[in-house]
């Protein structure tokens, strides 16, 4: 079974927002939309650990850009159990989880581990109040790769000034940099990410 994510919102049209973010961020494959009651509905995404993660930092960011609050939680599995297919497909969450623990007691408790390191950083984010940290350069790396320019260009004018002053300090290459980024309007941060991404592209 692939790498599985989730991101949980509070109303569906921040949800369909964040399935358009992380269907467009990276290649994954929307596995479902689950209201789960209460107003929050949640929505899965499988495909490679990198991808994932990568659709899942862009589905938080989609969602906070409307409503900071709108974003419960999030979180990647990079290696679920072959038997979540049942929790995920609609079976009894009960069933999955007390049956194949007595079965393959080692298995469940490596699982458990590899799944610390992936839990700790996505905790760490969505307690953030902005969206600063959920897009880096990896990600818009990613972008263009698969989407190219004029695609990524446009990810980029959706966001906030404060994320790309945050974003542009991972480009030592830009012409600006310290203050100079600290002060810098929107279009001039975007002239530096067309410059760079233009000539690499």
Partial sequence: MQALGFIETKGVLVAI?????????ADVS???????????VAVTVTGDVAAVKAAVDAGAAAVERIN??????????????????????????????????????EEPA?????????????????NEPETVDTINRETVDLWMKQDGL???MKILEDMKVTELRTLAREY???????????KANKPLLLEEFGKYYGQND
Avoid at 17 to 25: I, R, S, V, Y
Avoid at 30 to 40: A, H, P, Q, R, Y
Avoid at 69 to 89: F, N, S
């Fill in 30 to 40: 929307l596995l479902e939309k689950t209201k789960v009651g209460g107003g929050l």
């Fill in 172 to 182: 030592p290459e830009f012409s600006i940099a310290g203050r100079e980024i600290s």
């Fill in 68 to 105: 900071d609050a709108a974003l419960v939680t999030r979180h990647v599995i990079a290696r679920p159990h072959d038997e979540l297919t049942a929790v995920i497909g609609g079976g009894t969450p009960d069933e999955p989880e007390k049956e194949p623990v007595p079965e393959t007691a």
């Fill in 110 to 126: 490596a699982e458990v581990l590899l799944e610390i390191p992936a839990e700790e950083p996505v905790e760490e984010s969505s």
């Fill in 17 to 25: 927002e964040a399935a358009d973010a992380m269907l467009k961020a």
């Fill in 150 to 152: 004029e695609e990524t």
